[in-house]
């Protein structure tokens, strides 16, 4: 199934400031203001981050029903998910619209599942997890900064061990995920 062993290693994106903005207190604003360069591109580059995860645990992002998405950088400090997501016409709130083959959901809910374990593929562990990153977290400036460019990816960084000691399951929030805006990776 492409799932990748977490002590494979490669290059990490480069890192840049995180950008913040009043709309991050309100994500689901009415107006949205995508860049002029987002207008004709509605892609936007994600890339989930997982640190501090349980050795000896695979992952993986679902695509679809059943698919399954191999990271694209593994170390022992983190495994990292390249995925792209589409922006569709605003929804009636003025909610951003993800929609591509990882959105899970519905369009007023939509997230991405980081699957573990048995869930992963992986044979013969005792884990079988999801965790679930809800999209309309990210912040709104995030999104229109990101959107269509690109050279640009928002990252969500994932604590990746619950206080039982086994990988990330139910829905994150902060403090164990936070957003930022990255270089896109090549």
């Given at each position: 199934?492409?799932?990748?062993?977490?002590d494979a290693c490669c290059g990490l994106p480069r890192r840049t400031d995180t950008i913040?903005?009043?709309?991050?207190?309100?994500?689901?604003?009415?107006?949205?203001?995508?860049?002029?360069?987002?207008r004709t591109s509605h892609a936007l580059q994600l890339i989930l981050t997982l640190t501090a995860f349980p050795s000896g645990v695979l992952f993986a992002v679902q695509q679809g029903r059943d698919g399954l998405w191999p990271p694209y950088a593994a170390?022992?400090?983190?495994?990292?998910f390249a995925i792209t997501m589409d922006i569709g016409p605003a929804l009636a709130d003025g909610s951003?619209?993800?929609r591509g083959p990882f959105a899970q959901g519905t369009p007023a809910d939509r997230f991405v599942?980081?699957?573990?374990?048995?869930?992963?593929?992986?044979?013969?562990?005792?884990?079988?997890?999801?965790?679930?990153?809800q999209l309309g977290g990210i912040p709104r400036g995030l999104v229109e900064a990101a959107a269509g460019d690109p050279d640009r990816a928002?990252?969500?960084?994932?604590?990746?061990?619950?206080?039982?000691?086994?990988?990330v399951c139910a829905t994150v929030h902060p403090p164990l995920l936070h957003w930022q805006l990255v270089a896109r990776p090549r």
């Open positions: 199934m492409g799932v990748v062993q977490v913040r903005n009043k709309s991050d207190e309100n994500p689901r604003m009415t107006a949205i203001r995508l860049p002029h360069h987002a170390s022992a400090e983190s495994i990292s951003f619209n993800f599942y980081v699957n573990s374990g048995g869930y992963a593929g992986q044979q013969n562990t005792p884990w079988e997890r999801r965790a679930k990153i928002i990252e969500g960084r994932i604590h990746g061990t619950m206080p039982d000691g086994g990988p």
